[in-house]
Nanobody, 115 residues
């Protein structure tokens, strides 16, 4: 059973930074595309950033230039560095690990940007 566990959420002031981590308990997780998604109240879940098995990255236009996704296959972890945070970044952030046959989600971590 593959487990995906997020950490690093919290409360931060506008303009601040947070670093989210995602740990995947699976052998060979380097084959998974890894993504961070978020869901704000009354909104649909949306893709924030993703990194493929070959380290290609993709970002939502709303976070481009502010967020950076990276992965460490040796540690089975994915990190989302979030800078210049805005109140509209407030949401529950979810980590996803997926390949052609499987998709696994974490429980989510709350990020609140407020003064």
């Amino acid at each position: 059973q593959v487990q995906v566990v997020e950490s690093g959420g919290g409360l931060v002031q506008p303009g601040g930074s947070l670093r989210l981590s995602c740990a995947v308990s699976a052998r060979g997780c380097s084959r998974y595309a890894m993504g961070w998604y978020r869901q704000a109240p009354r909104n649909q879940r949306e893709l924030v950033a993703e990194i493929t098995a070959i380290y290609s990255t993709n970002y939502a236009s709303s976070v481009k230039g502010r967020f950076t996704i990276s992965r460490d296959n040796a540690k089975n972890t994915v990190v989302l560095q979030m800078n210049s945070l805005k109140p509209e970044d407030t949401a529950v952030y979810y980590c996803n690990a997926a390949d052609l046959d499987e998709s696994y989600w974490g429980q989510g971590t709350q990020v609140t940007v407020s003064s």
